[in-house]
């Protein structure tokens, strides 16, 4: 288990003297004391060695150079998954065979990116006058990312393999709540063959999110996380030096199952695919809209499936859970408060309370029929909290489904492909799933519309935002 900071491929101690406690969501025991935490003497350092990475080593390495690190960071995380994953577990909760299937998403990333180091085309218009141009694609330079606690390795690989695919260095702040797992992931890049000062990681809160984003020396900077520390970033990435920002944020994803849609396929992903990670997933579909004839039975039969996952909640490590503790005390007063608000917003179907006496664990949860202004209907809970409206007609669907400031990620479950395709291009959302939920892949855009964020991450989409176009006129 590391603590400290890793600069320059060394672990250090914070200059700033200052350290947090990592406290286990299933018990409340000390996991981990003296986290170091970054101050700006230590965001600078850590800046002045991605500085002098970009214009020295990394930038003599080929892209097939790039591509040998990148996959040899790959195979390291899988061989030292099982070493790794409790660390993650024991931080936030998540359940082991949760932490795996991250883990494992994290070293795909890798080896996705791995591909593109020497694929970044430019283009070349025909001659004006004389004048050739040929437009070019150059690394940004030294980017930052931040990440939430929600899959913080899957967040430092959607960033930070993109950066070094095509050449850039990188700065990464995990989640305070969950910095053990990405901070682990230092030896590995040492390993791996990356030059000193090429990706450095360092712990702390939104101070140092806030110092990063208001860096004048960080050219760019991409975060995940709730859409109020989202909009600060790019508030300080403005007022700083115009660095450029991705925000991958919040949602409050609809899902329709029309009258025509597989029950049992329905079925599982409002349960199983919903509970996920307990709850605390961004593109999480929490509401949902059943119409008006399958809604009884199908209401009934999701009321058993909750009951049956609420015997699978237990402790992170034990590789039988499938739903672990909230992230920590603050979230779970968070989710808590939700519960009793809803009680007096919707019918509460099951669940409703907390789960045991000990630990951060919360029954999953079924509400129905909230009112319009419900605030477990337009906020985001990020809890195991589900809830459910009934609807007429698709137009009435397609409404209430884009009748929210969120646009992450939507569903829509019916037997007509016809149907599929003529909701999904009327849904206000970044990803459309189509008889399925949170299936998602990195060689497509994952981001959202409206407050959902801002760019996208995956894909080619996700690459270009880590380089900058440069037109070149030849006379
Ligand atoms: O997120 P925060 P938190 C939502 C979810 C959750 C709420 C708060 O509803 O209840 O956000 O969770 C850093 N400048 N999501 O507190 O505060 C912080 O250190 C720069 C949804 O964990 O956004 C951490 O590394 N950085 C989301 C990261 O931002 C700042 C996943 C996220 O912290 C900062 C997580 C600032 N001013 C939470 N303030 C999703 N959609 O996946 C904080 N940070």
Redesign the pocket.
């Known amino acids: 288990m590391h603590t400290q900071l890793f600069i320059n491929n060394e672990y250090v101690d914070a200059k700033s003297g200052e350290t947090l406690s990592i406290y286990s969501p299933h018990d409340e025991s000390l996991v981990a004391d003296k986290v170091q935490v970054a101050g700006q003497a230590d965001v600078d350092a850590a800046v002045a060695a991605a500085r002098a990475a970009f214009k020295g080593p990394w930038s003599k390495f080929t892209g097939p150079q790039r591509t040998k690190v990148m996959l040899n960071f790959a195979d390291l995380l899988d061989k030292h998954a099982a070493e790794i994953a409790p660390l993650e577990a024991n931080s936030m909760g998540m359940p082991l065979q949760v932490v795996n299937m991250i883990l494992g998403m994290t070293s795909s990333v890798f080896r996705y990116y791995a591909g593109w180091t020497d694929k970044v085309t430019g283009e070349q218009y025909p001659e004006v006058d004389g004048v050739y141009k040929i437009v070019q694609y150059e690394p940004v330079g030294v980017c930052a990312g931040?990440?939430?606690?929600?899959?913080s390795p899957m967040?430092f690989g959607a960033k930070v393999a993109a950066a070094m695919a095509v050449g850039c260095t990188f700065i990464y702040?995990?989640?305070?709540?969950s910095p053990l797992g990405v901070l682990a992931l230092g030896d590995l890049v040492k390993e791996a063959g990356f030059p000193p000062g090429v990706i450095n990681i360092i712990s702390?809160?939104?101070?140092?999110?806030?110092m990063?984003?208001s860096h004048m020396d960080i050219n760019k900077i991409s975060?995940?996380?709730?859409?109020?520390?989202?909009k600060?970033?790019q508030e300080?990435a403005a007022k700083s030096n115009l660095k450029r920002v991705v925000l991958?944020?919040?949602?409050k994803s609809p899902s329709i199952i029309f009258d025509d849609a597989d029950i049992e396929n329905a079925l599982v992903h409002h349960s199983q695919n919903f509970l996920f990670n307990t709850g605390?997933?961004?593109?999480a579909a929490s509401r949902t809209f059943v119409h008006e004839d399958i809604a009884p039975k199908f209401i009934e039969q999701l009321k058993a499936r909750y009951e049956q996952f609420a015997h699978t909640i237990g402790a992170p490590l034990d590789p039988k859970t499938f739903l672990g503790p909230l992230?920590d005390g603050?979230?779970f007063e968070?989710v808590m408060s939700f519960l009793e608000i809803g009680k007096t917003e919707a019918e509460l179907i099951t669940g409703g309370k907390r789960h045991g006496t000990s630990g951060f664990y919360v029954e999953p949860t079924i509400f129905l029929n909230p009112k319009d202004d419900a605030r477990i209907y337009r906020?985001?809970?990020?809890g195991p909290v589900i809830t459910i409206r009934t609807f007429k007609t698709e137009e009435e669907a397609i409404s209430m489904a884009n009748d929210t400031s969120y646009g992450?990620s939507s569903c829509i479950f019916t037997a007509s492909t016809s149907r599929a395709l003529r909701v999904a291009k009327q849904l206000e959302a970044g990803m459309v799933n189509i008889n399925s939920s949170q299936t998602f892949g990195m060689e497509a855009p994952f981001g959202g519309f409206k407050q959902?964020g801002l760019g996208r991450e995956g894909g080619r989409q996700g690459l270009m935002h880590y380089v900058e176009a440069k037109t070149i006129s030849i006379k």
């Open positions: 931040i990440g939430a606690w929600n899959a967040f702040k995990g989640s305070e709540k702390g809160d939104g101070r140092a999110g806030s990063l984003a975060f995940t996380g709730s859409v109020f520390a989202g600060k970033v300080l991958e944020l919040g949602g605390q997933a961004c593109i992230v603050k979230q968070r906020e985001e809970i990020f992450l959902s």
